[in-house]
């Protein structure tokens, strides 16, 4: 029997994990996106409805996430009859937890359910990171590649990108704050320098290698050490008010380290599962202090990527 | 009975290995250097004899990178006897295989060893690294730290270096070539830019987190990606004639990377068992065609770390 319609979940995701600007990601699955995808008579892709959402997003298809991932399978893998998607939000909107993304990754496995033979995950990489391209402007997999495949994942390349699940310790949790501001993704990318210093780069890398090490070798004292971002943090630390107090804080509760999640202004602390909620209280505090406040959450690092919730 | 004569081995290093500048170094076992200790009457630390040299060394012990490591070492764990020393080196000076570096932890172990109470391999690393920047003008512990250790090792930190040894996947053999040409290490490090791009930062990033996965997870395939220095390489290529076309011929002979030893002129290749000897001799080939003659080995790599071959 032909499934006629499929609703895809797909986590929201903390990219860059301070030390992997661009290349690192993992999943938050205590919250997502819902994409559901329907077989329809009129040919094409067609956006029904967006939930969940303040702010109108374009209902036309290729200026959707969804949309745009939905035709980019679509031109791989044809099919004889038209898709019609609906998109449950449960991501906020410019929140730095990859919503376009997981909106993205979410509509491309639901409609790939629906064809007569569906890709394998992986292969629905290349069309996620196709979609999200529409949102950010550019073609990233740091926050597309966890929301698909779950788990800490890391990006190497971009048009043929290789991911890599990288084994996360089990005692660890994320503190994950999303404080009600606003920041663009197009003001946090503007802020960066094009050039940095060598000597910066030599910190980073050794942070980012002791940060893999860590997690490989389950090693809490070295990930303390190196979960250090000296070359982007700082320089968008000042767009988020509260956040250098936060960190402060979430370090003097316990953490092993605290940092923007993508291009903020959500902020992110992984800590032992003893300390996560000091850690948060800590963190909102902070916040509180500059009159923001917060939602907020604790989740294990990582968890399962997208899956089929609906198929029939 | 206490120690009266000790003599050490250190193994010479590949440091950087590609994408890992400053952080990142394997010990080669093929060739090393010697240091004997010796208790004497007179007090302080005394070089008597460097052997295996063309040019002279200093003999004056704070300006000699086994005498200051020595120096180092009774500053914190003082004797009441003399030490005289006598360096053998295996390591052609100026190679970039980490002679200096060689010389410094076989004079910190073979030393060590005259102490009453030895200390622990791991507590030399800060008397190493002292003798090290003897020579090169800066602590750095990307030679010592495989010296000393043995094996694949990530320094993260200077002050209070964090050493990690990291798996090599064990079917990979190192070929090293020392082509017959002088580079000094410091126009090797003159030529570097201080400011580099934000965009090769993050190719570079994620050649170096693809470079570690690979090993952790014995991924030949990824290792075979990731392994490229888009940062440091293209900037010293030009001062080793040759190098550009032995990388080429390596790259075509089966090898998984290519890249530069340290500050260079040695370049290595990691490979394959079965490829070994078709990767040197296509480097070799390279390097020829620009008159230049070579020194070269095959070798797993890393390997065990310095060690005492003579107690007595």
Not at 80 to 101: D, M, N, Q, R, V
């Amino acid at each position: 029997m032909p499934v006629r319609v499929a609703t895809a979940f797909a986590p929201a995701t903390v990219g860059n994990v301070g030390v992997g600007f661009d290349i690192l990601g993992h999943a938050f699955g205590v919250i997502g996106d819902r994409v559901r995808a329907e077989r329809s008579e009129a040919p094409g892709v067609r956006i029904r409805a967006i939930t969940g959402v303040t702010e109108p997003l374009p209902l036309e298809p290729a200026r959707n996430t969804a949309g745009q991932a939905v035709l980019s399978l679509l031109a791989q893998s044809p099919v004889p009859f038209g898709i019609e998607l609906t998109i449950e939000k449960g991501i906020p909107l410019g929140s730095g937890l990859g919503g376009s993304a997981a909106s993205a990754v979410a509509a491309a496995v639901a409609a790939n359910a629906l064809l007569d033979a569906p890709l394998r995950a992986e292969e629905l990489l290349p069309h996620a990171i196709a979609g999200e391209a529409v949102a950010s402007g550019a073609r990233h997999a740091d926050n597309v590649a966890p929301a698909l495949l779950g788990g800490l994942v890391l990006t190497v390349g971009i048009d043929h990108p290789r991911v890599r699940q990288i084994p996360v310790p089990p005692a660890i949790r994320c503190v994950l704050l999303h404080p009600h501001m606003f920041l663009s993704t197009r003001d946090a990318r503007g802020v960066l320098n094009r050039l940095v210093e060598l000597s910066d780069v030599v910190w980073q890398t050794a942070h980012l290698a002791g940060f893999l090490a860590g997690c490989y070798a389950n090693d809490l004292a070295l990930l303390r050490e190196a979960f250090e971002d000296v070359l982007i943090e700082p320089q968008r630390a000042k767009l988020i008010p509260g956040f250098p107090a936060a960190k402060r804080a979430a370090r003097g509760a316990g953490a092993l380290g605290c940092s923007i999640s993508g291009a903020g202004p959500s902020v992110f602390a992984w800590c032992e599962e003893g300390t996560a909620a000091a850690v948060r209280d800590a963190m909102l505090g902070a916040f509180q202090g500059e009159g923001l406040a917060c939602d907020h959450w604790i989740a294990p690092i990582g968890g399962d990527g997208a899956r089929i919730v609906e198929c029939r």
